[in-house]
C-alpha cells in the first residue's frame, strides 16, 4: 500500500549491496528489500524490484536479467541504481509530495568519486538534497550509541558487501577500516565449499539459505542439518544432499577469520585511552552478518573483549540515517558534511 505525505518528507535509506532500506521521520523503517532489479533487455523496461526481481535471480529467460546494481558496497550500475531507488522513494512516499531530503549510508572506505556517484543517483531518483553519512557512524547512532562523549565507542558493520569497523569519540571516527568480506563472501565461500567437497553446484539463493538457517561460526550445542539441491558436476543431474552445521562452520572459517583479523588490527591502532574504554564498554556488531550464528563469542574469544549484537542489528544503519538527518547540525558535527553549502 502506498503511504501518501501532503508535508515534504525526509528520509534515510540504507543502500546497501544486499538490500536497501528505508526510514521515514516518525514511522520507523518502512521498507526492507533486496537490491535487485529484473529488466527486460528489449526493451530496458523494469520488470520487478526488490524481493520479486531477486525470486528471479538464476531463473530468467534470455531477454530477462536479474541485476545487481550495487557491488562491495558501491554502485556499479549507475542507471539501475537511480531507477531503483526512485522504484522505492515512490512506493514508500508516494507520488503527490514534495521532493525528499534523503540521508544515505555509505561505507567509510568509499572515495569522493563514489560519494558523489550516490549522492547523484538520489539526486535523479527525487531527492530534493542530498546528504551523506559514513555507516559505522549510522550505525552506532541507530544503536542508540552516544558517541558524542570523549569515550571510546567500537563498531562493526557487517553488511552485505564490506564490513566497516570503527572507533568513534566526540562524535567522530577515530580510526577505521572497511573491507570487502561480508555477507557476500560468506555466500561465495559456501558456494566453493560444495563444488570441492560435494562437486555440487548451488545458486546464491541455496547458499544464502544455507548460510542464514545453520550457518555457523562457532560450535553449536547440537549440531544442525538441511537438505539442498543442487546440480552434481560429475552425472550433470540434479542431486540432493544433507548439509550440517559443522561444516558450514569449515566452509564460513576462512572469510570469518580475515574480518576478526581486521578487527583485532583496529585495536592495534586504538589509542590506549580509547581502548581501555572499549574494554569495559565492548565491542558493538551491526549489519546482518552480525546475525551469524555464534561470530560474536568467537569475536570475544580471539580478541578478549566483550562483544555485543545490537538490537534490530540489520535496521541500525537505516535508523541511524534518519536520526542523523532529523538533527542535521549534529550531522555536521559528525561527518564534517558540508554538502548542505551546496544543496540548501
Do not use: W
Not at 521515514?24 to 526488490?50: H, R, Y
Not at 508516494?94 to 569522493?112: L, Q, W
Not at 562452520?249 to 581502548?275: F, S
Not at 564498554?281 to 551491526?286: A, E, L, Q
Amino acid at each position: 500500500m502506498v503511504t501518501m505525505f501532503s508535508l515534504k518528507t525526509d528520509i534515510g535509506i540504507d543502500l546497501g549491496t544486499a538490500s536497501v532500506l528505508v526510514y521515514i521521520k516518525n514511522k520507523g523503517v518502512v521498507l526492507q528489500e533486496p537490491s535487485v532489479v529484473a529488466i527486460d533487455t528489449n526493451t530496458n523496461k523494469i520488470l520487478a524490484v526488490g524481493e520479486e526481481a531477486r525470486r528471479m535471480l538464476g531463473r530468467t529467460p534470455g531477454n530477462i536479467v536479474a541485476i545487481r546494481p550495487l557491488r562491495d558496497g558501491v554502485i556499479s550500475d549507475f542507471s539501475i541504481t537511480q531507477r531503483m531507488l526512485k522504484y522505492f522513494i515512490r512506493t514508500t512516499c508516494g507520488r503527490k509530495i514534495f521532493r525528499p531530503r534523503v540521508m544515505v549510508g555509505v561505507p567509510s572506505g568509499v572515495t569522493e568519486v563514489e560519494k558523489r556517484a550516490v549522492e547523484e543517483a538520489v539526486l535523479q531518483a527525487g531527492a530534493s538534497k542530498p546528504f551523506i553519512i559514513e555507516e559505522p557512524v549510522a550505525a552506532a547512532i541507530g544503536a542508540d550509541m552516544d558517541i558524542t562523549q570523549p569515550s571510546g565507542n567500537m563498531v562493526v558493520d557487517i553488511g552485505g558487501g564490506t564490513t566497516d569497523i570503527a572507533v568513534l569519540s566526540l562524535g567522530g571516527i577515530v580510526v577505521n577500516s572497511s573491507i570487502k568480506f561480508a555477507g557476500d563472501k560468506f555466500d561465495e565461500a559456501i558456494i566453493r565449499h560444495m563444488r570441492k567437497a560435494h562437486n555440487l553446484l548451488i545458486g546464491d539463493r541455496t547458499a544464502e539459505d544455507l548460510k542464514i538457517n545453520i550457518g555457523t561460526a562457532y560450535p553449536r550445542e547440537e549440531e544442525v542439518f538441511m537438505d539442498i539441491r543442487g546440480r552434481d558436476l560429475v552425472s550433470g543431474l540434479p542431486k540432493t544432499i544433507s548439509i550440517g552445521s559443522e561444516e558450514m562452520r569449515e566452509a564460513l572459517a576462512e572469510t570469518i577469520i580475515t574480518i576478526i583479523d581486521g578487527v583485532r588490527a583496529i585495536l592495534e591502532k586504538t589509542p590506549p585511552e580509547l581502548a581501555a574504554d572499549i574494554s569495559d564498554k565492548g565491542i558493538f556488531m551491526t549489519g546482518g552478518g552480525a546475525l551469524l550464528y555464534g561470530l560474536d563469542k568467537l569475536m570475544e574469544e580471539k580478541t578478549g573483549v566483550p562483544v555485543h549484537v545490537a538490537e534490530n542489528a540489520i535496521s541500525c544503519v537505516a535508523y541511524g540515517t534518519g536520526k542523523a538527518l532529523e538533527n542535521l547540525d549534529l550531522l555536521q558535527n559528525i561527518t564534517g558534511n558540508e554538502k548542505s553549502n551546496k544543496y540548501t
